[in-house]
C-alpha cells in the first residue's frame, strides 16, 4: 500500500482495508519519511518490522527487499509528496498495479478541482486549466496536457482503478477512457442506518452542526460569511464547528458560530449528542469523493444539508431528511434556506429524497479484492542484508530541511489562527499564493 502520509481518509481507509483483510494478506505500508526517505511498516516475519529507502539512491535495495517478502501486488492510494519514479516499481517487480482516486490529482494538479478562490473551477477546457496553471503551476512547469499525458500511461495502466461514488469514475473516464474503473464503497463497519428525524418546525433557534477540519475547499470561509449573516439579520440561527477550521473564524458574539474543537472519531456521537443539532450541514466547495462524516451523520440518522457536488449528490440522492443546494449557493441565500427549515421544517424543493440513488455496486473488497496469483519464489538475499535499512535518519540535507519546515509549519499555523490574522496577510499576499507555502510545507 502506497500512501502520501497526509492521515485523513486516505489513512483511514488503507487501515480499514488492512484490518478487514488481515487474515487473508501481508500488507506493507509506505509512506514519505523524514529527509526524503520512504517508511515501509509490516509484519512479515524475519525482516525489521520498519524500513527506511532512499526512492533516488537506494531503488535497487528497495525492490530486492520488495522481492525477497515475495509482494504480488502493489496498491496506489496517492502520488502527492511520492517520487514520480515510484510509478515504475511495479514493472520493476513484475507484478500488477491497482490505483485508488480518493480526489482528482491524476487529471487536476490542484487536488480538488477548486480555482484560485478555492471554490469548484467548473472543469473548464484546456486552455482554462492553463489559464490557472499560468497562476498556480506545477512543480515543473508543465501545462495541463503534458500533465495529463504523463498521468495517462500511469492510470490506464493499472489493473484497477478503485472510486468510491459514481461521479469520480464519470470524471476519471472523461480523461482517462481506457481506465479500468472499479466502482467500489469504502468499507466500514456495518452499522444500520437510522432513519432522518424530521425537524420540528417553529422550535426556537435551528441548531446546524459543520464536522471535521475546515479548510477554504471544505467550506470554512463560506461557514463564517453564513454565521456572521445570521448575527447581522437576527435570523434563528445559530452553528457549532465539531472540529476546526484552517484560520480563526469570527465567533459569538460577533456571529451566531460556537467553535468545539478537533475530536477523535470515537468521541463524535457523544459529541452530538451533547451539542443536539437539529440539522448537519457540508458546506464543501469542491467534489469530494467519499466523506466519512457524512457517513457518520447518514449512520446516526440526522437530517443533512449540503452543496449539490460530489459525493454529497451520488450518496444522498434517495434519501429523505437531506437537502442539497448547488454549491455556488451565497451565504445568504443558505441562511434563507436555513430560516424556512426553522420555520416550517421541511422544504421540499431541494430534497434529495427526489432524486434518482445511484445504482449500487456490487464489488465487495472483502471477497474480490484479492486475486489468487502463483507464489512468487523469494530473492535469495540474505536478510540480514536490510538492517542498515532501519535507521530512520541519514546524513542528507533533507534532514535539516524538514526539521525547519517543521519548525516553520508550527509558527505558521499559531499566527494564522490569530483573529484577523487572515485578513491582514491576505491583504498582503493572495490567498493562492499562500497554497504554495503550505504546499512546501505539505500541508495540503
Known sequence: MIEPGLGGGVERHVSDLVHLLRDQAD??????????????????????????????????????????????RVHFHHTVRLPWSLSLLPGDLGVPYDYTAHDYFSFCPQITLTSEHFRYCGEPDDEGCNRCLSVRPTPMREDISGWRSRYRKFIEGAARVFVPTVGVGERLMRHFPEARIVLAPHPEPSVVQRAPVRISAGKGKLRIAVLGTLNPPKGADLLESCAQDATVRQLPIEFHLLGEAYRSLAQAPRAALYVHGPYKDAELDDLLAHTAPDLLWFP?????????????????????????????????????????????????????????????????????????????????????????RAPIEPAATPKSNFLRFTRSWRARPGFLMDAAKEGLQVRLRHAYRLPGARRFVTALIPEYRLQRVRRWLDRF
Do not use: C
Open 27 to 72: 500488507f506493507l505500508r509506505m509512506v514519505p519519511a523524514k529527509g526524503g526517505l520512504l517508511r515501509i511498516r509490516h509484519g512479515v516475519a524475519g525482516y525489521p518490522a520498519e524500513l527506511f529507502f532512499d526512492p533516488v539512491r537506494e531503488i535497487a535495495q528497495l525492490v530486492m527487499f520488495l522481492r525477497a517478502v515475495r509482494i504480488q
Open 284 to 372: 464543501a466547495q469542491w467534489p469530494e469523493t467519499y466523506s466519512y462524516t457524512l457517513s457518520a451523520a447518514m449512520h446516526l440518522g440526522y437530517p443533512i444539508a449540503a452543496t449539490d457536488i460530489g459525493a454529497f449528490h451520488d450518496r444522498l440522492a434517495g434519501r429523505s431528511g437531506s437537502w442539497l443546494l448547488p454549491w455556488n449557493t451565497e451565504a445568504r441565500d443558505w441562511n434563507d434556506f436555513f430560516a424556512r427549515l426553522a420555520a416550517r421544517g421541511q422544504d421540499d424543493r431541494m430534497e434529495a429524497a427526489r432524486l434518482t440513488p445511484a445504482a449500487k455496486s456490487a464489488y465487495s473488497y472483502e471477497t474480490d479484492y484479492l486475486q489468487v
